[in-house]
């Protein structure tokens, strides 16, 4: 049931990914829209290995909109979770996949993409943002 809601918020709000701590679940819980389209909810995640190799991608976030963010890591990962039923499953993820994993993954870690960013960059980040924002947003009261 709570894999249901988080999906239907996560596509309603067109984010690739939600984590439950984002909507106050205390749970270790996380959906996901994968490369080939499929909606998946992951359970007790795991990182298991992750390729020395990185690549700087660019990154929301739906804690912070219309905040975008140049974030490094790693371009594969190996990982281990549950799906719905219960079942563990062993994964190989590379690229928008691998991205989005360890993005939701660093959410239940505590951990946010803003976080993953020098102060200088987030700092123009943000300034951009605001600009952004009172262009196309004049009414909106976001800091």
Not at 36 to 46: H, L, Q
Not at 96 to 103: G, L, M, P, T, Y
Not at 110 to 134: C, P, Q, T
Request: proline letters at 2%; charged letters at 25%.
């Amino acid at each position: 049931q709570t894999e249901v809601q988080m999906l239907t918020l996560m596509e309603r709000s067109k984010g690739v990914g939600l984590a439950a701590n984002q909507v106050g679940l205390d749970a270790s819980v996380f959906t996901m829209l994968k490369s080939n389209g499929d909606n998946k909810a992951i359970f007790n995640p795991v990182i298991r290995e992750a390729s020395k190799e990185t690549n700087l991608g660019v990154e929301g976030c739906l804690s912070f909109p219309a905040l975008m963010l140049n974030v490094s890591r790693a371009n594969s990962i190996a990982v281990s979770y549950q799906n719905k039923e219960g079942e563990t499953i062993n994964e190989e993820l590379h690229g928008f996949d691998a991205r989005v994993f360890q993005h939701e993954f660093d959410h239940l870690k505590g951990v946010n993409f803003v976080d993953r960013v020098s102060k200088l960059k987030l700092d123009l980040a943000l300034k951009k943002r605001k600009k952004y924002i009172k262009k196309n947003f004049p009414t909106a009261n976001i800091k």
